[in-house]
């Protein structure tokens, strides 16, 4: 009787189990690929969703999760998951740390502990401050949108409001240096909301994103307050300047600029490093790579609209 490993009723031989997993075996050696205990030991997903979560809740409680609320034993519930929160992202931020020291084959101590300690601590520190740009967010939603009902709708059903504040808490961390996790945030609420916002990029107040899907927005993008965007729109990058070995240059500001009360519509697309000017419209897909000076409204010519009637399809 052949030698099998059985499981539901399917069947691999013994030698087939063996020559595939030698051969998966040694592609995993040169360690590209694998998070291992004594190699990177990155956060893993499901990490960085828990200290998500836990952000989440600390931003709005009771909206997302399985806890009930109540406002005399509120503060006593907060006090736990900011103690759970800060021991959780401390372990993951000093691991990405470690992994970034490791890279640069760094012989001294890099801090990784002392540098966690901080980057975790600004955040947690920046909650108040974050709750109330969140408000003024939430607030620009209602004014903007006549379908809203409530504000508490707008928190509890509204894509955007997930992908602003989590880039808003990831930005805090990526200005800390935090390698991975605030990419990791933000990634997970572009996955969630199709709204692509790099974690680097700075967000004023009073920012609206309607409906939201296929917006993206660059790693150096500036954008005032009181902005409005629609769905489509991107904030992206005109080229990539490349060193004398071919590779591109990192670092360099390469998104725009959006000033204050700018209004842009859906499928716009700006590109590189321009200033949209305060107060500017652009309209729906329209392509802007020049700066544009306050007061600015740019449109799509009519005239370079085809129309077809019924009649000319005949």
Same mark, same amino acid.
Not at 13 to 28: N, P, R
Not at 128 to 135: G, H, K, V
Not at 260 to 278: F, H, K, R
Not at 282 to 294: A, F, K, S, Y
């Given at each position: 009787?052949?030698?099998?490993?059985?499981?539901?009723?399917?069947?691999?031989?013994?030698?087939?189990?063996?020559?595939?997993?030698? &051969?998966?075996?040694?592609?995993?050696?040169?360690?590209?690929?694998?998070?291992?205990? /004594?190699?990177?030991? =990155?956060?893993?997903?499901?990490?960085?969703?828990?200290?998500?979560?836990?952000?989440?809740?600390?931003?709005?409680?009771?909206?997302?999760?399985?806890?009930?609320?109540?406002?005399?034993?509120?503060?006593?519930?907060?006090?736990?998951?900011?103690?759970?929160?800060?021991?959780?992202?401390?372990?993951?931020?000093?691991?990405?740390?470690?992994?970034?020291?490791?890279?640069?084959?760094?012989?001294?101590?890099?801090?990784?502990?002392?540098?966690?300690?901080?980057?975790?601590?600004?955040?947690?520190? &920046?909650?108040?401050?974050?709750r109330?740009?969140?408000?003024?967010?939430?607030?620009?939603?209602?004014?903007?949108d006549?379908?809203?009902?409530?504000?508490?709708?707008?928190?509890?059903?509204y894509?955007?409001?997930?992908?602003? /504040?989590?880039?808003?808490?990831?930005?805090?961390?990526?200005?800390?240096?935090v390698?991975? @996790?605030?990419?990791?945030?933000?990634?997970? &609420?572009h996955?969630?909301?199709?709204?692509?916002?790099?974690?680097?990029?700075?967000?004023?107040?009073?920012?609206?994103?309607?409906?939201?899907?296929?917006?993206?927005?660059?790693?150096?993008?500036?954008?005032?307050?009181?902005?409005?965007?629609?769905?489509?729109?991107? =904030?992206?990058?005109l080229?990539?300047?490349?060193?004398?070995?071919?590779?591109?240059?990192?670092?360099?500001?390469?998104?725009?600029?959006?000033?204050?009360?700018?209004?842009?519509?859906?499928?716009?697309?700006? =590109?590189?490093?321009?200033? @949209?000017? &305060?107060?500017?419209?652009?309209?729906?897909?329209?392509?802007?790579?020049?700066?544009?000076?306050?007061?600015?409204?740019?449109?799509?010519?009519?005239?370079?609209?085809?129309?077809?009637?019924?009649?000319?399809?005949?």
């Amino acid at each position: 009787m052949k030698n099998l490993y059985r499981k539901n009723n399917f069947y691999l031989e013994k030698a087939e189990l063996e020559k595939l997993t030698g &051969a998966l075996s040694a592609s995993y050696q040169d360690g590209f690929g694998v998070n291992v205990e /004594e190699g990177a030991n =990155l956060p893993r997903r499901r990490e960085i969703l828990s200290v998500t979560a836990k952000l989440e809740e600390l931003l709005f409680p009771g909206f997302d999760g399985e806890e009930r609320y109540r406002f005399d034993t509120m503060q006593y519930r907060i006090g736990q998951l900011l103690e759970s929160l800060y021991s959780e992202l401390c372990q993951l931020t000093v691991r990405c740390f470690c992994y970034m020291c490791k890279k640069s084959g760094s012989n001294h101590d890099c801090r990784t502990e002392e540098r966690s300690r901080k980057a975790v601590t600004a955040l947690l520190n &920046a909650l108040p401050d974050l709750r109330d740009i969140a408000r003024s967010d939430i607030d620009a939603a209602y004014a903007g949108d006549p379908a809203a009902r409530s504000t508490d709708e707008i928190i509890i059903s509204y894509p955007a409001v997930k992908a602003i /504040e989590i880039q808003r808490m990831a930005h805090v961390l990526y200005k800390h240096d935090v390698p991975f @996790i605030p990419r990791m945030m933000t990634e997970y &609420a572009h996955s969630i909301t199709g709204i692509d916002i790099n974690p680097g990029a700075e967000i004023g107040r009073g920012f609206f994103i309607d409906h939201g899907t296929g917006v993206v927005i660059g790693e150096t993008a500036r954008i005032g307050n009181n902005v409005r965007l629609y769905q489509g729109v991107t =904030l992206g990058a005109l080229s990539f300047p490349k060193d004398s070995c071919g590779m591109l240059v990192k670092g360099l500001r390469r998104h725009p600029t959006i000033e204050d009360n700018v209004t842009i519509y859906a499928n716009a697309t700006v =590109l590189g490093d321009v200033t @949209i000017g &305060a107060g500017s419209v652009l309209g729906g897909n329209v392509w802007v790579t020049e700066d544009l000076p306050p007061g600015t409204k740019v449109v799509a010519s009519a005239e370079n609209l085809i129309r077809y009637r019924k009649e000319d399809a005949k």
